[in-house]
């Protein structure tokens, strides 16, 4: 059984520090069993990034064509779709979600208003998931590319590169600089699996256990430049 400081004797031991910006991806199951639930991983993660840090998880709305994720989208009741952390995290009080019918991000800390709340801006590079009148997907002023601004790292508990978002952000990078070359150039995706395996050769990241997870943590900056060139290989 673990538990909120023994999850947290793990997150330091795998290089979590104090004010460092999270993005965290998770399999709640692969955590075995924690006393306290979900509320203890979530209090963990906080504690972690402490009263000066954030933590920042997807809470994307994936079910169904764009159109179905817009006409059932409510920013303070459409449930996450992307796993039952991310869904308890959304619930909390304390927590801050983006206007995004789709790739909706939700966030506590001290700056998570400001990294969430401008996800309607146009500013920015477009994205296949674009729609109006929501913002830029992955615009100048959208959480994810804010984060990075941030130095927001990728924390990966017990899940693989399948589920690596900021991957789409290589992508939208990678398709808008094409686009000024090319406006007909036409938007291709990445294999995450790949390139995770080529990522997970690099020397830019940390590995471990956190309660019964396997985890990863690593700087989503350098992870993005490198997705991008490589992209640019191809």
Not at 47 to 72: C, H, T, W, Y
Not at 127 to 147: F, Q
């Amino acid at each position: 059984m673990h538990s909120r400081a023994t999850l947290l004797h793990d997150l330091r031991r795998l290089g979590v520090v104090a004010t460092d910006t999270l993005f965290v991806h998770s399999s709640f199951r692969s955590l075995g069993q924690v006393e306290g639930g979900a509320a203890a991983v979530i209090g963990a993660l906080g504690d972690a990034v402490g009263p000066q840090g954030d933590v920042l998880m997807p809470s994307f709305n994936l079910i169904g064509s764009k159109q179905e994720r817009a006409a059932r989208w409510d920013v303070e009741q459409t449930p996450s779709s992307v796993g039952w952390l991310t869904e308890a995290f959304r619930q909390m009080p304390e927590t801050t979600r983006s206007d995004h019918y789709s790739h909706s991000v939700a966030a506590q800390g001290p700056r998570a208003r400001d990294i969430v709340s401008n996800h309607l801006s146009d500013k920015g590079m477009a994205s296949p998931w674009d729609l109006k009148p929501w913002g830029k997907t992955y615009g100048a002023e959208s959480p994810m590319v804010l984060a990075l601004d941030l130095g927001v790292k990728i924390l990966m508990v017990g899940v693989d590169y399948e589920s690596s978002t900021y991957v789409h952000l290589a992508e939208v990078m990678w398709w808008n600089s094409r686009l000024a070359l090319d406006p007909g150039s036409e938007f291709r995706g990445l294999d995450r699996v790949e390139m995770g395996r080529m990522w997970d050769e690099k020397d830019h990241l940390s590995s471990g256990v956190v309660g019964s997870a396997t985890c990863r943590l690593f700087v989503a900056r350098d992870y993005v430049d490198k997705l991008c060139d490589w992209a640019q290989r191809l």
